[in-house]
């Protein structure tokens, strides 16, 4: 997608402009907003229930109940939501920002401008908060602050700042300053993310297939979540190898960003995990399900096709590109990696671990927005229902971020919400049936208002 800016959703714009003088029509007083008439999937992993409806006041939730027991504010702008299926917005807990322009990589692209383009794409699938888990340049606090001072209008920010590389081994992005070589450097470098209010820490531990000579060892590991511990923040990791999720667990990290992916998980492992409370963050099924296909399957896909450039879809539809990738030495033992995913994190599901949605969405060819229904898709392909799916992706999300004022629909919440046409608890793929996305009350472009790289009306009917 790189070098999105906000034309890109040029249809959304005036939508959004429309609604906003309207909402504000009543005079200098508060912005109300009146949404009725909906079923509600409320986040909190409670069945849906009809004839719903809410309030929004200066953008946060005042009220959710009956419609029958609705008392609207005269002044309020309200629309009537008649079949339609109202949840939280998306939370993506494991994304990178800013590092591609179309499917090149590189962090030259990381610019706020680029930035920028990607919360709103985000924004249009639906997904209303991203977590940046490790490959991001100062400039990201203050985005994600000035976000914070004001009521956004692209997806909400979380930050780990730079995560921690073992010096030499696996993690991290070339041009960023993130290896450290001993406890002590791993220590200071916890320290000065920790003064720039990262919202937790990270750490590699892989070696790439057996291709680096070393992985971050204990004593490192050890250190960085000690600090962390003492600079009163979570640690999550990555992670690849059923020996290091044993060894993490028993150091206390707080998550791991993906799934064990050389065996299966067992019956210690489950119980280690659930008596320290380690959660599984994200699976990232998404990622390691992209990595089996010389030329991905959903091209064609309308849904995914508008948030990318023309030019975008022809490098990914080249044979030359497919025949690269599936010549690589590792494209082999993708297949048998998602395979332990998706059995591990259906076990980890059925042993009580915690765990959240999140898909390592933005190096190449992984892409923001689009992914996060990919997840949820092989989330319940994996043996959860579409419920728990659901609760996953936003206040489990909300809860191990730390989020207490989005993530589900309540009153004091923020009004970050997902319509849909089609009820998401019948069908998971119905999430991708968008009818409008708020964020702090303020309705913004969906993806099928959105026309990547082309003219507003160059991508057909929505839908």
Request: proline share 5%; with cysteine.
């Amino acid at each position: 997608m790189g070098s999105i800016t906000r034309s890109v959703f040029r249809r959304g714009t005036a939508l959004v402009a429309a609604f906003a003088a309207t909402a504000v029509a009543g005079g200098a007083g508060a912005e109300t907003v009146v949404l009725r008439n909906f079923t509600l999937i409320d986040g909190t992993g409670r069945a849906p229930v009809a004839n719903q409806a809410l309030i929004i006041t200066d953008g946060k939730i005042s009220w959710v109940g009956p419609a029958t027991r609705l008392k609207a504010p005269a002044d309020a702008t309200s629309e009537d939501l008649s079949g339609k299926y109202l949840m939280p917005g998306l939370i993506d807990s494991h994304v990178h920002l800013g590092l591609v322009n179309g499917i090149a990589q590189d962090l030259k692209y990381q610019t706020p401008e680029n930035i920028d383009g990607q919360l709103h794409l985000y924004a249009a699938y639906g997904v209303t908060s991203v977590q940046t888990l490790g490959t991001e340049k100062d400039l990201i606090f203050p985005i994600r602050d000035a976000e914070r001072a004001t009521r956004p209008d692209k997806a909400r920010v979380f930050t780990v700042g730079q995560g921690v590389v073992f010096k030499g081994s696996y993690g991290g992005v070339p041009g960023l300053d993130q290896q450290v070589a001993t406890p002590e450097e791993a220590r200071r470098m916890v320290d000065a993310q920790a003064a720039k209010n990262v919202d937790m820490v990270k750490i590699w531990v892989d070696d790439e297939f057996g291709q680096l000579s070393e992985r971050m060892p204990p004593a490192i590991s050890s250190a960085v979540i000690d600090q962390a511990r003492k600079d009163g923040k979570k640690t999550v990791a990555h992670i690849f190898y059923y020996d290091n999720a044993t060894e993490l667990t028993r150091e206390g990290v707080n998550a791991f960003a993906h799934e064990v992916r050389d065996r299966a998980v067992d019956a210690p492992l489950l119980s280690q995990m659930k008596a320290k409370g380690v959660w599984q963050m994200a699976a990232t099924l998404s990622r390691e399900a992209s990595f089996t296909y010389a030329t991905l399957p959903f091209l064609k896909d309308p849904f995914f096709a508008r948030g990318v450039t023309p030019d975008v879809l022809s490098q990914l539809a080249s044979p030359e590109r497919a025949q690269k990738l599936s010549s690589a030495p590792n494209f082999p033992k993708y297949a048998p990696t998602l395979r332990y995913a998706m059995q591990n994190f259906a076990a980890e599901a059925k042993a009580g671990i915690r765990y959240g949605m999140g898909t390592d969405s933005g190096p190449t060819a992984r892409f923001p927005g689009y992914f996060a229904h990919w997840e949820l898709e092989l989330m319940v392909q994996a043996g959860i229902t579409p419920l728990q799916a659901l609760t996953a992706a936003t206040s489990a999300n909300a809860e191990f971020i730390g989020a207490r004022d989005i993530g589900s629909v309540k009153a004091g919440k923020w009004a970050d919400l997902l319509v849909l046409d089609k009820d998401p608890a019948a069908d998971i793929r119905n999430t991708r049936t968008i009818y409008e996305v708020f964020i702090a009350g303020k309705k913004v472009p969906t993806i099928w208002q959105t026309c990547t790289g082309r003219a507003a009306d160059a991508c057909g009917s929505a839908q």
